[in-house]
């Protein structure tokens, strides 16, 4: 756990960081890439205070760990977006997480479909955010990062 709350603020170091550099990225990369890093640091936010506040009880060489620890469990056991929400919000969860995880797609496209997951939320009665979700955020800001240094070196050429 000390290294996923060592992720969390890393993340937040770098979507810090990455305000005061617009004479590399314009401005609209900084927004989408600061809004990718959010969610994933947020996510490892949330399974880090499951940790602390739910109840896990350790038994022999195992460990139990009660319903209420939502993300955390998300975390240790979820391959991928969520099954037990309403259909059509499962199903369209389930489509735009497709398109963040697509990296043939275009990166607006990809981020559009972090906003809509991020609006998606909303009809979660418990507002979670997603294991593989975040993880694809980190790759699309790493994404986001790497088209906007091709494009400085490609202008400072």
Known sequence: MEALLNAQIAAEEVRDRIS??????????IHRVRRALRYGAR?????YQDYERCLV???DDTYSIGPSCGNLINFLT????????????????????????????????????????EELRGKDP???????????????AA???????RQALVANS
């Open 20 to 29: 005061v550099r617009d004479d590399l990225i314009k401005p609209e990369q």
């Open 43 to 47: 996510y490892f936010h949330d399974v």
């Open 57 to 59: 009880i350790r038994r």
């Open 78 to 117: 979820a391959k991928g977006t969520p099954t037990d929400l309403e259909d059509t919000v499962a199903l369209e969860l389930e489509q735009q997480f497709f398109v963040l995880k697509n990296d043939d797609r275009d990166l607006v496209q990809r981020h559009n479909a972090l906003a809509r997951i």
């Open 126 to 140: 418990e507002r979670r955010r997603y294991r593989v979700v975040a993880t694809e955020c980190f790759a699309l």
């Open 143 to 149: 994404d986001e990062l790497r088209s906007a240094t």
